[in-house]
């Protein structure tokens, strides 16, 4: 898992809670629906400028996969499923 080491104990827990669902059930599809992410690409992420993107998510991979979710993840695009270290967040 990447940037571990800067995860607050409940950010590792919550992590590895995502980890073993996504093995047991399979990985979260993009869409908004249950077993969905709510993923939305970078042209449609407000945050941005916040430092909330994938590629500061510790699911994030850097070929534009999320150990995670299904499907291409734009490094700038967001989901409901990130954990991001706050050294990574500009709020």
């Known amino acids: ?52 993107i994938c590629g500061n998510c510790v699911f994030y991979q850097p070929s534009g996969r999320c150990q995670i979710v299904q499907g291409f993840i734009d490094y700038e695009g967001l989901c409901k499923l990130w954990i991001i270290p706050d050294s990574e967040l500009e709020v």
């Open 1 to 52: 898992m990447a940037n571990q080491l800067n995860l607050a104990s409940r950010e590792m827990e919550q992590a590895q809670a995502y980890y073993d669902i996504a093995a047991h059930f399979g990985s979260w599809n993009q869409g908004p629906m249950a077993n969905g992410a709510h993923y939305f690409d970078g042209s449609d992420n407000p945050f941005v400028e916040d430092g909330m």
